[in-house]
């Protein structure tokens, strides 16, 4: 699977958009990107994914680049209960890739009132 | 819906002792896997299982062994732990090979 690069640490103002980037400059055709965070001392939780086009869903927003080499995640209110480590993660779609979700240090997101 | 129940939350155990900790899920997920998470990094995949009665090798499984007899269980035994096996412990489970998991809280394990 490709790896990913997040920057370790990011600020963001209560109720401003939250947006996160991601790079994997290696990714190949068949690799999705995925989004995960985990609040403090808690297990991880499922934001969202996507192969090409940009998705959204209740939680966020992800943009994909045309060339698919990098990526944005997009809380558009962020609030304080969103402080959390969030994880980029490029998982391949069958085969041998079973639950190797490849989870790096992530970016911290910090929410200030 | 629980979700994914992990038992117990926390332990301390002794060096050369040995574990078992507990995983449910109540989701009729086929998939289940075992994660460990170390201060500051990211998560390590212990053991996985594709369904009752198949289970394979993650990234790190030295010291450890599960077992899966039914859909919704999958415990994690630890045999003579260590003090290297101090970690945080978490379960998770999806729904055939997709990249959805549903994690657990966790078991906060430490050896001493």
């Known amino acids: 699977d490709a790896k990913t690069t997040q920057p370790p640490s990011m600020d963001c103002a209560e109720g401003r958009a939250a947006n996160l980037p991601c790079n994997h400059s290696?990714?190949?055709?068949?690799?999705?990107v995925y989004w995960y965070r985990q609040i403090h001392s808690q297990g991880p939780q499922y934001i969202i994914h996507?192969?090409?086009n940009n998705e959204t869903n209740e939680m966020a927003s992800l943009i994909i680049t045309e060339d698919r080499k990098s990526s944005t995640l997009i809380l558009p209110h962020a609030t304080l209960r969103d402080t959390a480590v969030y994880y980029c993660i490029v998982r391949g779609s069958g085969g041998t890739s079973y639950g190797k979700l490849t989870f790096g240090q992530g970016t911290i997101l910090t929410v200030h009132p | 819906n629980a979700g994914v129940t992990q038992t117990p939350k926390f332990r301390i155990l002794k060096i050369g002792q040995s574990m078992t900790l507990q995983c449910t899920q109540d989701?009729?997920?086929?998939?289940m896997y075992w994660y460990r998470q170390d201060p500051g990094m990211g998560l390590k995949l212990i053991y996985y299982?594709?369904?009752?009665?198949?289970?394979d090798k993650g990234e790190v499984p030295n010291g450890y062994n599960v077992s899966r007899s039914t859909t919704e269980d999958f415990p994690l035994r630890l045999e003579l732990a260590a003090p290297s096996q101090t970690s945080v412990y978490f379960c998770a489970s999806s729904k055939g090979n997709t990249g959805e998991l549903f994690f657990g809280e966790g078991s906060r394990l430490t050896v001493l």
């Open positions: 299982s594709v369904g009752a009665g198949i289970t």
């Open positions: 996507g192969l090409k």
């Open positions: 290696t990714i190949s055709g068949n690799e999705y």
């Open positions: 989701m009729n997920h086929n998939y």
